[in-house]
């Protein structure tokens, strides 16, 4: 408290007119505090200076009329017995109705108090009906003013302290207008104040269950229904099957003239309500309790596996991993689910009485650097709207001057010669915890020529892939973020045999039939299949496009023969003009995890794989082809084999013959396996021509 004591002392002599409620509170604390030691008449001038501040203030608050009041009162006390009267006189003024016994003071100092209110204050009393209904109980919550200064509200019949005089009296109340009196008021006497109010206005009261609900008279909001109901009306709840705990308070349309009205009730969950009303005169008029009816919609959220996870619905935690039936409001949400790492955002749309369910996959995230310009060459503002526009990821905006997170240049790390990244791009990942990093700048070539070059960079590759962009058509740069969201497409459909177009002939003829597949048993080698469900077969690849685990008609040497394709596994085409390789790997690293579907996982896996071999990244994919948990045990297509030949290929480009060969030679035992899909060639034949190559 020692600071605290410091600045008091410095702000005895700083003089103000326009003391504020806060340097009132402290300055009162502090009297009170100097009253209550030992020093008790150092307090005097402290209450004095605060006493004769806020009685030249117009306007009191509550807070500034409590210490008002108690400042005259201690400085009664102090003054005690030759100054007291003055102080206490003062206190009538200010609230003729104290009553000094409720303190714990002297009965002495108390006596002098009553006995002065009793020559200085009267008494009146209140009690006036409504006009239109007399026969009524007298009329509450009216404000009462005396000369100006509200001094209470009535409560049916009402007593008030007033002081000595001729006084004014204005009693205002909603719906009705004011009642004005001047009357004589004689100290230690009660001054009766008899008479009527006349309606100006109708007043509709309703009750609502529950509470909490906004009312709209005409599309004007009038307020929100609150508290609990009085107990006067638990006989007609509980008829209606409520308890008064249920529902609110009376609620008050106040202002309302003659006419037809439409109130309208609204509450989230629940359905509004809307009741027409008709005002025919001015009068009081308290309607049934407005129920309302609850409504609520469901979401369920999963993922893959067991992997944990934070749900969020419009930034509030409603759980972890998984959300079964949770109840919520109809309506628009975001839906975030907060994964180790990463993140899962979608916008969902709850409806009344349905259940939503949503798999949840966390995507990968993007860390924007923006656009840095060179040579006064100012970029297409384009650029950074269409970063935002990114449907599937999430894409955050840092500064790369922001030492505190960014401990390296980004452009500088990102645009060098090598296109390969060091350990300070690692090192600045890592706070950062993104999985690809997007950086662009303007460079001018040819003098006059601008360029955007944008480069690409994810922590799974030691590779950075860089685009230089016209800006004469940077319509480009645009395509390839629309390419971002593009659906990566990792399995693909199969009946089970080998096919080729032959020159002259119609459809596609079939070059093998696989045992155990759809089609074994139902064609063999040599046959032709001219139509797919009713249109001609034009090309092999038709076979690919079809849906997995639906019927389909193949037309087989004239014969209509029925087909259920299953689904394998495909090779995502590497085309880095198209679809940038470091956006693919960091997405495919997350289906690999997080795909609802295991085999897209274990095709995210393999692309992952391929991907970063084609990047250069060799030793990373020799790692996940040659993994003892990663194992792909199926009869044909892309199966083990498949990743015998690409652990072959990694261990060419590591210069590791002998273990290329062994590679190999195991490629060679799974006569079923091939390359790019069921369709493709097979990999025992290319893994012998690796052989005769070693």
Not at 388 to 402: A, E, G, Q, R
């Amino acid at each position: 408290m020692t600071w605290l004591f410091l600045l008091l002392f410095a702000q005895q002599d700083i003089v103000t007119t326009d003391l504020s409620t806060d340097t009132v509170s402290l300055d009162f604390e502090r009297a009170v505090a100097k009253y209550n030691s030992i020093d008790r008449d150092d307090a005097k001038p402290m209450f004095e200076q605060i006493a004769d501040s806020l009685e030249q203030k117009t306007e009191l608050s509550d807070e500034e009329q409590f210490i008002l009041r108690e400042s005259l009162k201690f400085l009664g006390v102090i003054t005690y017995p030759g100054g007291t009267a003055g102080f206490f006189e003062r206190l009538v003024k200010v609230d003729p109705g104290y009553d000094m016994s409720s303190q714990k003071l002297s009965p002495k100092i108390v006596k002098i108090f009553d006995d002065l209110k009793a020559t200085k204050v009267g008494q009146i009393r209140i009690g006036l009906s409504d006009a239109s209904d007399r026969g009524s109980a007298l009329l509450s919550d009216a404000t009462v003013a005396v000369d100006g200064k509200i001094v209470g509200l009535t409560q049916g019949e009402t007593m008030l302290y007033v002081l000595a005089g001729t006084r004014h009296i204005e009693i205002e109340k909603p719906n009705f207008d004011v009642f004005q009196k001047d009357i004589v008021v004689q100290a230690g006497k009660v001054t009766t104040v008899n008479g009527v109010m006349y309606r100006n206005s109708s007043e509709l009261v309703f009750m609502t269950v529950p509470t909490g609900v906004k009312v709209f008279l005409e599309g004007v909001q009038q307020g929100t229904t609150e508290g609990t109901a009085p107990i006067t009306y638990a006989e007609t709840l509980l008829r209606a099957g409520f308890t008064p705990s249920q529902a609110s308070d009376l609620f008050s349309v106040n202002g309302v003239g003659p006419g037809k009205y439409v109130l309208r009730f609204e509450k989230p969950c629940y359905k509004t309500k809307k009741v027409e009303v008709e005002v025919a005169q001015n009068e009081r008029r308290v309607y049934q309790p407005v129920t309302m009816e609850p409504v609520y919609s469901y979401v369920d959220v999963t993922t893959a596996g067991n992997t944990a996870g934070i749900v969020y619905l419009n930034d509030e935690r409603i759980g972890s991993l998984p959300i079964r039936a949770y109840q919520a409001c109809p309506g628009e949400f975001t839906l975030k689910v907060q994964f180790t790492d990463g993140q899962f955002i979608k916008h969902i749309i709850l409806e009344e009485g349905k259940t939503t369910s949503v798999v949840a996959e966390p995507l990968p995230s993007i860390v924007w650097f923006g656009v840095r310009e060179e040579a006064n060459q100012a970029p297409d503002p384009n650029i950074d709207m269409w970063m935002k526009d990114l449907k599937t990821w999430n894409v955050s905006f840092v500064d790369p001057n922001n030492t505190r997170l960014v401990q390296h240049d980004p452009y500088d790390l990102f645009f060098n010669e090598s296109r390969s990244v060091s350990e300070s791009a690692m090192s600045m990942a890592r706070p950062l915890g993104a999985d690809l990093y997007v950086v662009a700048r303007v460079v001018r070539k040819k003098v006059v020529i601008r360029f955007l070059e944008v480069a690409f960079w994810t922590p799974l590759s030691k590779k950075v892939k860089v685009y230089s962009i016209d800006f004469r058509e940077i319509e480009k740069f645009k395509e390839l973020l629309q390419n971002l969201d593009m659906p990566i497409k990792l399995t693909h459909s199969w009946v089970g045999a080998r096919l080729a177009k032959v020159e002259g002939q119609n459809g596609c003829k079939i070059l093998e039939v696989t045992p155990g597949s759809p089609l074994a048993g139902l064609a063999v080698a040599g046959d032709q299949i001219t139509s797919l469900d009713g249109k001609f077969l034009n090309q092999p690849s038709q076979l690919v496009q079809i849906s997995s685990n639906k019927t389909v008609n193949l037309e087989i040497n004239g014969t209509n023969v029925t087909v259920t394709p299953v689904t394998c596994i495909a090779e995502f085409p590497f085309n880095p003009s198209v679809f940038c390789p470091q956006a693919v790997v960091a997405r495919l690293d997350k289906l690999s995890k997080y795909a609802p579907d295991p085999l897209v996982q274990q095709s995210a896996k393999f692309n992952r794989a391929r991907y970063q071999f084609f990047l250069g990244d060799y030793q990373q994919a020799f790692d996940t082809f040659s993994d003892n948990s990663f194992k792909l045990s199926y009869d044909y297509g892309i199966n083990q084999g498949t990743l015998f030949f690409y652990q072959g290929l990694c261990f060419r480009r590591l210069n590791l013959s002998a273990e290329a060969r062994a590679s190999f030679q195991k490629a060679t035992q799974y006569p079923e396996g091939t390359l790019f899909d069921a369709y493709g060639p097979k990999v025992a034949f290319w893994a012998e021509a690796q052989l005769q190559q070693l």
